[in-house]
């Protein structure tokens, strides 16, 4: 289960998140990047490898939204709470995703905050496939099931 943060917490994390967000070059719209939005997928406890520990598995398990902004930033909410905030970058087939800070951020071990990832859209379910990344549990939530965009 997420740690609770304590409230001011939460509103330095939303305005590191909004500057972030703001000093970062925007990413003209183009039909060869991914389409920015909002991709949500549901975790249950049979789509955790069973190597993983019971503890992260149960961190693992349920709502995840992963908003990919028109700035090159990404939000991920696990049930409604912040969790993971970072930048990315794309082409026509390419997705690089690089966690910045948050509670469940790849950010530990030198490394593995960056995952690569091919991906595809169709029928706004977007499919990812993971090309390198060293960290343990954004694979599982980004590639268990396809992303439906909403």
């Known amino acids: 289960m997420p ?5 001011s917490i939460k509103l330095v994390s939303a305005a590191l998140l909004i500057g972030i967000t703001l000093t970062l070059p925007n990413a003209k719209a183009d039909s060869r990047r991914l389409p920015p939005g909002i991709y949500a997928t549901t975790i249950t406890a049979s789509d955790v490898p069973p190597y993983f520990p019971p503890e992260v598995i149960e961190i693992l398990v349920g709502e995840w939204r992963t908003e990919f902004t028109d700035g ?3 939000i991920v909410t696990k ?3 912040i969790v993971v905030v ?3 970058n794309s082409n026509q087939s390419r997705l690089i995703m690089t966690d910045l800070q948050g509670v469940y951020a ?3 071990v030198p490394g593995v ?3 690569v990832y091919r991906w595809s859209l169709e029928n706004n379910e977007l499919v990812l496939v993971p090309v390198n990344d060293r960290c343990d549990g954004r694979p599982v939530v980004l590639t268990a099931h396809a992303l439906h965009k909403l």
Do not use: S
């Open 113 to 115: 905050a960056t995952g």
């Open 86 to 88: 970072g930048r990315y």
């Open 72 to 74: 090159g930033t990404y």
């Open 106 to 108: 790849c950010t530990d």
């Open 79 to 81: 049930d409604g709470e």
């Open 3 to 7: 740690r609770q943060l304590p409230k």
